[in-house]
């Protein structure tokens, strides 16, 4: 029997609830019918509209999907504006303010407290600047992910830039795709850094080449093909399919040995998700990913029925990857696989990335860079995966007087690893799922790391990805130090504690997390990771093959530290501590109608906000 | 007035008659139970799996884990609270710190169409 859901969506889906929900915030609040509440906030979505969690009611998250987290500065200012004028809570953040915009990890754009009356005139003024809120929640084409820099990138396998608008255009409101079982999350990667993270993605075009034969390559690009003895050398991407995070059940991308050119990806991409829209799983929300489909399946029946069913030419087997020079999140000791800093671009500008701690930035700041950017020439700003924006485009002779300026020092391009490194979801501050506080706490982590411990000799580069749930929005199972909410219980007193686990990330070989370290309390999480990085810096071996300039060889980087060791070695390798850290949170948050209200009680709640009637 | 009883959000939560009534997040101390050895499991809702009615009852079935022992699964059926009067729709929902007792049951969640 199809779940609720689906009954829900049977009735209405798609594009033609944005007529309701201006219905809504024409009448108010309270013309929603009570008896219709789940129903329609489960609609609401697919315009990008999240209810948020219990204690705030009538107050909604609002996501904004930017392909590849590609705007321009003008776009950005609108986002700012925005955030300023309409994403301001009854009660400030103590280390954020009010009005903010957080950059999140699927390189999209989420503000809080948005109410119904104020979207037709959000929606308005996001249309004027060809921005949208469709499809960023729901069932269907999620934003699709990559390089933000594609087309500029000096890494760059070809530039995806072209295929991802296309996707983009091909598949928002198309009435064909608006209704799948589940979400349908893309990545398009371009680049040789393995930026767009494919492995992590229901569907994923990782970058390849292949031989194809002269006439078989009649669709492909011809500045793309390189001519050899028996074929030609095509560039193009390599499809795999089922990859996510959620719900403890992680799973990798699974190769389906296929190869495309550019011109081929809108194809079999329409094609392998109207695949999961006819045979993904109705029934049981939980089993909906593709991911289980293709655990049921196998990477050759799904390549099979595909083949036979929904594309209409020979499919060509896959061609040769470009894993091994991917650096993106990678743990590599030669190269530090972000987008933080300056780099070159291919037109002989540069692309500055700027760090943003956990992702959220100030409305003011957000409309400070938008105008900073546009001030020097840029023609684009990125969203990346770990939560930080870029300013493309600076000239030679700008980029010391932009590298000046003073928003710069709080976003820094050249930022101290542990706030570098730092990812947070959005926690019990607004999510119903999650456990535990998350980005505040986030921040006094990554501070406490800053001021109290050395970092050892050989880490450059060090990534905490702290998820308040199993939903792993965080991304908590690839970085160096994964941490998942939990609870745990201090003098018999609940307190709000983390799942540790180590060794994970992307690169040539991704591996996810072991989890060694179980109902860590939230305040001994500081001390165990001092305490690792001191076993890190008194075990690390060094690697004679990679010397450096003071004759000792390299030391291996702390991923390949953590791989070296097997999971029973690395259970109980540090023990986590008290320290001079305070946790402010470590009380049940989730029990709050906000957890930094002074009067913080469930009863204190001013939701429903009054002045939606 | 029949009760609407589901979970959403990825069982986030319990919604009964569309208000959210309860949470994940909380500890449920659960006795007489099977799902780990401990004499009382300290149970960490995480997320509500299946949820059904048995009048005046509404009960559910929540993934987790005991923070006691860590083992992890999902719960046999729980009582996370009841409709007294279904006319008046008012749910009164249970303690989650106080003491649960699971029980398997071997009626459909669901009746059958």
Redesign the interface.
Known sequence: ?PS??EGWKDEIYGTEIREHLYRFAEEGWSAIP?????AW??RFKWWGLYHQ??GQESYFMMRIGTPNGRMTPQQLRVVGEIADEYARGPVENPEFGDAYCDWTTRQSIQLHWIQLQDIPDIFDKLEANDLSTIQACGDSWRNIVGSPVAGRDAKEHLNAWPVIKDLHDTFKGNDEYSNLPRKWKVAVTGDTRGSGQAEINDLGFEPAVKKIDTDEQSSSSDQNAKRSADGQKVKGFNVTVGGGL???EPRFARDIDVFVTEDEVADVAGATSALFRDHGDRED??SARIKFLIDEWGPEKFRRVLQQEYVDFELRTAGEDLRDQYTYNSGRSDEIGDYVGVHEQNDGNYFVGLSVLVGRMGAEDVIELADLADEYGSEMIGLTQRQNIIVADIADDDLDAFLDEDLLEYYQPDPHPFLRGSIACTG?EY??????ETKNRMVRYARWLKDNVQLPDGIEDFHVHLSG???SCAQPQIADISLRG????KDGE?VE?FDIGLGGGLGENPQFADWVE??VAADEVPGYIRNLLRIYDERAVRDEQRERDDGLGDRESFREFIARHDEDELTGLAEPEETSYEDPYLN?T?MTWYPYAEDDEMDASPAPSPADD | MPTSVHQLDDGAWLSVNDAREVNVSDLWWLARQEFCSCAMADFLAEGFVEIGIDHPNVEGRIAGQCIECGESGVTDWLTLGRVVNPEAGRFFAVDPSSVHVPERRRRLASPPE
Do not use: G, Q, Y
């Open positions: 029997m609720k859901v009570e008896d219709e509440h789940d906030f489960e969690r219990k959620a719900r403890k929300r939980f019990t999510c119903s799922l999650s456990i535990v749930c199993t939903a939990m609870k745990t219980r609940p504690a179980m109902r049940n989730k």
